[in-house]
């Protein structure tokens, strides 16, 4: 059983920097991808940055530039390193973990706020 938990949410001024922080428990040997999406009020839940078994990094375009996924193996967590932040970044953000065969793990999500 894997379990995902979010730390690091909170209000930031716009140009702002926050880092999130997801401990990662239990086996993920067949992962396929982990990393950070987002869900603003009134749309749909999104990619914002993760990291592929094969190695590769994907950002959202929007994110480019401004934010930073990271990941520590010896401590199992993976943190995405928020920049620059504007109103637009805004959301609740989820930490997820995909399987191969067991489809996708979530956190409970934490809230981001950017706001003056």
């Known amino acids: 059983q894997v379990q995902l938990v979010e730390s690091g949410g909170g209000l930031v001024r716009p140009g702002g920097s926050l880092r999130l922080s997801c401990a990662v428990s239990?086996?993920?040997?067949?992962?396929?991808?982990i990393g950070w999406y987002r869900q603003a009020p009134g749309k749909q839940r999104e990619l914002v940055a993760a990291f592929s078994s094969a190695g590769s990094t994907n950002y959202a375009d929007s994110v480019k530039g401004r934010f930073t996924i990271s990941r520590d193996n010896a401590k199992n967590t993976v943190d995405l390193q928020m920049n620059s932040l504007k109103p637009e970044d805004t959301a609740v953000y989820y930490c997820n973990v995909a399987l191969w065969g067991s489809g996708d793990y979530w956190g409970q999500g934490t809230q981001v706020t950017v706001s003056s």
């Open positions: 239990g086996s993920i040997f067949s992962m396929r991808a």
